[in-house]
């Protein structure tokens, strides 16, 4: 069969719709169950409602005596409450006798406070001798007592589903005695990049060649983005190595990614592979960069072609890819990464093509960087971009611009 030749450009917009639909169809979430020690940056597939109270018993929170509050009101320094010490509470252990009045318990910060005892008095405002305590300053009813269930009450939810684990919560799930939490399971996605002039990062730069740098980048945009990543590697511009490698890649993923070979070049063979293992659905895209993405289907699995560029690659992957990847995970189509800043210098982009623009945040200024797609270093500079819109062709210095940041998504 012939191959998609020619690029058919579409809207950056029905692109978002045909991918999204594409999404829908052939994906749904999955889940699993995972240890809590493994479960860092997963989300929760199920509310998760404590089993206990937490505190589980009424806490002292400070190391002293556990008094009756009553017995210490109007206490000073010159007359001290003059209570009966009955026993010693360590942590871990349990009270065995009931603070009656006139009586009090020793006892450490985390042991059960007795029955009886509504207080506790810091081991500092008082005075010990023999078996009597000398109290120097009034205590009031819960004073220094975490009481049983005030933190949360059995039965309560603790984390909803939703919820991306984080220490905090990793913490608040064993302190609830849970082990094992029921999560959405990870989108595993095959990443491949394609070139003749690639070489392995860890090899040796030879005349033409240079280091990969698109399997790195995008296997961390998409760890981040809630997927297990497998390595396909570096492919040839051939047909036959790069077929078998995205056959490979189904196999043991549910999406395959590959980058380079996009365009109309000699060596740009991936539409005409997926054009024969499947369907092109996509292909040729009026953004810049990233005019050459490939969107296809083969086997009910999305193969997405990004450009080469490293510029290209990692911000198509972003803007066109990543949120359907992330809802797919679990996650928040990154909301809240967005910020509004003034355009530190005028803008030009070409009319018809949505145009990514680089920028640096200087304060309440973004500064644009005017390097091209192959500009890998100046990439690692930028704080983010700038989505311009089909319909402008100019932005002037002083203009608020929405910056799409790279970090704290
Ligand atoms: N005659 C035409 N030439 C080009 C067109 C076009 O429409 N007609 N489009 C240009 C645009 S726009 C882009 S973007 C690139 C995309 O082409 P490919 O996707 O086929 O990418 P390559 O040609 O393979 O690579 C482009 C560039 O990026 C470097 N590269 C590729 N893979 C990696 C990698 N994994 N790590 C680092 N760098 C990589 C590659 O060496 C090239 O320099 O085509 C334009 N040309
Ligand atoms: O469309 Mo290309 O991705 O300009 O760099």
Redesign the pocket.
């Known amino acids: 069969m012939m191959g998609v030749e020619f690029?058919e450009i579409i809207d950056l917009d029905d692109a978002r719709r045909i991918t999204g639909e594409l999404f829908s169809e052939l994906y749904s979430q999955g889940t699993e169950s995972v240890d809590i020690l493994d479960a860092d940056g997963r989300v929760l597939a199920d509310d998760i409602e404590s089993p206990v109270d937490l505190p589980p018993f009424d806490r002292a929170s400070r190391d002293g005596y556990a008094v009756r509050a009553a017995d210490t009101f109007g206490a000073d320094e010159e007359n001290p409450a003059t209570l009966r010490c009955i026993e010693t509470v360590e942590a871990g252990s349990v009270p065995s006798l009931e603070v009656a009045e006139g009586l009090c318990t020793r006892i450490s910060t985390g042991a059960p406070v007795p029955e009886g005892a509504d207080a506790v008095v810091m081991v500092e405002y008082t005075w010990e001798e023999v078996d009597r305590v000398y109290i120097q300053r009034p205590a009031y009813p819960s004073q220094h007592i975490a009481a049983r269930g005030s933190d949360i009450r059995a039965g309560n939810v603790l984390l909803r589903t939703g919820t991306v684990l984080s220490p905090d919560k990793i913490a608040a799930l064993s302190a609830a005695g849970i082990t094992r939490v029921n999560v959405i399971s990870k989108p595993s996605v095959c990443v491949i990049?394609?070139?003749n002039?690639?070489i392995e990062p860890s090899g040796q730069l030879e005349p033409g060649k240079?280091?990969?740098?698109?399997?790195a980048?995008l296997s961390s945009a998409l760890k981040e983005a809630g997927c297990s990543v497998k390595h396909g590697g570096?492919v040839r511009?051939d047909y036959g190595e790069l077929r078998d490698a995205i056959l490979r890649g189904l196999e043991e993923a549910d999406m395959v990614i590959t980058?380079?070979?996009?365009?109309?070049?000699a060596?740009?063979i991936?539409s005409e592979v997926l054009d024969e293992l499947g369907r092109v659905v996509i292909h040729g895209i009026s953004i810049?960069?990233?005019?050459?993405?490939i969107v296809g289907v083969v086997d009910d699995k999305i193969v997405v072609?990004?450009?080469?560029?490293?510029v290209?690659?990692l911000i198509v992957f972003m803007s066109l890819i990543e949120p359907f990847i992330r809802k797919l995970s679990g996650r928040k189509a990154s909301s809240g990464h967005v910020k509004t800043l003034k355009l530190a210098e005028r803008l030009h982009s070409s009319r018809g093509r949505v145009h990514y623009a680089l920028v640096m945040v200087d304060g309440d200024y973004a500064r644009p960087i005017f390097k091209d797609?192959?500009a890998?270093a100046a990439l690692a500079g930028a704080d983010g971009y700038i989505e311009v819109p089909k319909n402008v062709e100019i932005i002037n210095e002083g203009e608020e611009v929405e910056v799409v940041l790279f970090e704290n998504r």
Not at 210 to 215: C, G, K, L, R, V
Not at 305 to 310: A, E, I, Q
């Open positions: 690029l990049s394609t070139g002039e690639l240079i280091f990969d740098s698109n399997s980048g570096i511009d980058s380079g070979g996009t365009s109309a070049g060596g740009d991936l810049k960069p990233g005019k050459p993405t072609g990004l450009p080469g560029f490293p290209s690659a797609s192959g890998v």
